[in-house]
């Protein structure tokens, strides 16, 4: 069931040399959200050398690129993305694409406001975007080829410890549930904390997802640092309509009417809980009469739901998620995937749960 996958954006720590972009007392959240608050600079291939393509992106035709700077020596990665989807600016972009809610100019200048002008400890530090030809390019390759136009890219500082996706799939091995909440604990705790951080400051994710959290290092830090990625669906206070993934979509999503923006990121947050200490998602999808573990949850509650889902042990066979899961834990993804967004479990008061102050 654990078969969702983004592009992954990662990054890393030392000196980084600055480029050219708009001061940054210049950037606001209203210009950022607009997309509009980026210097596009030409590609410098003597500066960047690519060292593998990590992952390409479908959707979009792009894929992600690891660098290294010949200026800084420094590792860094790349969101491609062609320009046949990026188009040349984010008015365009709307105007082409008028139904998307997955704007990759409001990913690169969310990004660059929450770096550049806020100093935002828990996004990836923000290099710039440039438009460069691609190399080697021919026709016939892919849907985009034919324009001949080269394409869009996006470079963040590099973080090692990968997304929490490879975190879960390196945590198969653990037959227990109860020592998957232990290792889990510190890392849900920092990504709560993190976006958290990140609703102080105006901006709603949209689209929080496993792929789309990031580990700063690949070694095994307490406190764990997190890193969010993936600006796209990113929005102020309310929003109409689905964004994000699937499995991760508050169920006021679906309704005609706006919702609460942080109140659905907190619902997004229930699942990344859910699928860290389980090891699987709760659901496939939330929109209505679509699949039927979500039905029963909305209907029952969290604790039939978990009575019902089932987990393999290896001392025990078949066991219920409600005997295996801790009752701190359940408590905790009671409040957070709480139907009613109304009633939904506040960051702030998640993060003073009881389950956090276990050893």
């Given at each position: 069931?654990?078969?969702?996958?983004?592009?992954?954006?990662?990054?890393?720590?030392?000196?980084?040399?600055?480029m050219?972009?708009?001061?940054?007392?210049?950037?606001?959240?209203?210009?950022?959200l607009?997309?509009?608050?980026?210097?596009?600079?030409?590609?410098?291939?003597?500066?960047?050398?690519?060292l593998?393509?990590?992952?390409?992106?479908?959707?979009?035709?792009?894929?992600?690129?690891?660098?290294?700077?010949?200026?800084?020596?420094?590792?860094l990665?790349?969101?491609?993305?062609?320009?046949?989807?990026t188009c040349?600016?984010?008015?365009?972009f709307?105007?082409?694409?008028?139904?998307?809610?997955?704007?990759?100019?409001?990913?690169?200048?969310?990004?660059?406001?929450?770096?550049?002008?806020?100093g935002?400890?828990?996004?990836?530090?923000?290099?710039?975007?440039?438009r460069?030809?691609?190399?080697?390019q021919?026709?016939?390759?892919?849907?985009?080829?034919?324009?001949?136009?080269?394409?869009?890219?996006?470079?963040?500082?590099?973080c090692r410890?990968?997304?929490?996706?490879?975190?879960?799939?390196?945590?198969?091995?653990?037959?227990?549930?109860?020592?998957?909440?232990?290792?889990?604990?510190?890392?849900i705790?920092?990504?709560l904390?993190?976006?958290?951080?990140?609703?102080?400051?105006?901006?709603?994710?949209?689209?929080?997802?496993?792929?789309?959290?990031?580990?700063?290092?690949?070694?095994?830090?307490?406190?764990?640092?997190?890193?969010?990625?993936?600006?796209?669906?990113?929005?102020?206070?309310?929003?109409?309509?689905?964004?994000?993934?699937?499995?991760?979509?508050?169920?006021?999503?679906?309704?005609c009417?706006?919702?609460?923006?942080?109140?659905?990121?907190?619902?997004?947050?229930?699942?990344?809980?859910?699928?860290?200490?389980?090891?699987?998602?709760?659901?496939?999808?939330?929109?209505?009469?679509?699949?039927?573990?979500?039905?029963?949850?909305?209907?029952?509650?969290?604790?039939?739901?978990?009575?019902?889902?089932?987990?393999?042990?290896?001392?025990?066979?078949?066991?219920?998620?409600?005997?295996?899961?801790?009752?701190?834990?359940?408590?905790?993804?009671?409040?957070?995937?709480?139907?009613?967004?109304?009633?939904?479990?506040?960051?702030?008061?998640?993060?003073?749960?009881?389950?956090?102050?276990?050893?």
């Amino acid at each position: 069931m654990l078969a969702h996958r983004s592009l992954r954006l990662e990054s890393s720590g030392g000196k980084l040399l600055p480029m050219r972009l708009l001061a940054p007392e210049a950037v606001t959240l209203e210009a950022a959200l607009a997309g509009s608050t980026v210097v596009v600079q030409e590609w410098d291939w003597s500066r960047f050398a690519v060292l593998e393509v990590f992952q390409a992106a479908p959707r979009n035709g792009g894929h992600v690129e690891l660098l290294q700077d010949a200026q800084s020596k420094e590792f860094l990665v790349a969101k491609v993305m062609p320009l046949c989807w990026t188009c040349a600016d984010h008015e365009t972009f709307v105007k082409t694409y008028p139904e998307e809610t997955e704007m990759p100019w409001r990913d690169v200048c969310i990004t660059q406001y929450l770096d550049q002008r806020l100093g935002e400890p828990h996004v990836c530090k923000f290099l710039g975007i440039f438009r460069r030809l691609s190399k080697g390019q021919d026709a016939g390759g892919g849907p985009c080829d034919a324009l001949q136009e080269g394409e869009h890219c996006l470079v963040l500082s590099y973080c090692r410890g990968g997304d929490l996706f490879t975190w879960l799939e390196r945590s198969r091995s653990i037959d227990v549930v109860a020592s998957r909440e232990q290792l889990a604990r510190p890392l849900i705790h920092q990504t709560l904390k993190a976006a958290c951080s990140v609703h102080r400051l105006g901006v709603s994710h949209g689209d929080l997802s496993l792929e789309n959290i990031l580990l700063f290092s690949e070694k095994a830090l307490l406190p764990p640092d997190i890193r969010l990625v993936d600006f796209a669906c990113a929005c102020g206070p309310r929003a109409c309509g689905p964004r994000g993934k699937s499995p991760y979509q508050a169920p006021e999503m679906h309704c005609c009417d706006g919702y609460c923006t942080v109140a659905a990121d907190v619902f997004a947050l229930g699942v990344v809980v859910f699928a860290l200490v389980v090891g699987n998602y709760p659901w496939k999808s939330t929109k209505p009469n679509t699949c039927q573990f979500f039905r029963y949850f909305k209907e029952f509650g969290l604790r039939a739901f978990l009575v019902r889902r089932r987990v393999k042990t290896q001392l025990s066979g078949l066991q219920p998620l409600s005997v295996v899961l801790s009752h701190e834990v359940i408590d905790l993804l009671q409040g957070l995937l709480c139907v009613d967004p109304l009633t939904r479990m506040p960051i702030p008061t998640a993060l003073e749960h009881e389950w956090f102050q276990q050893v």
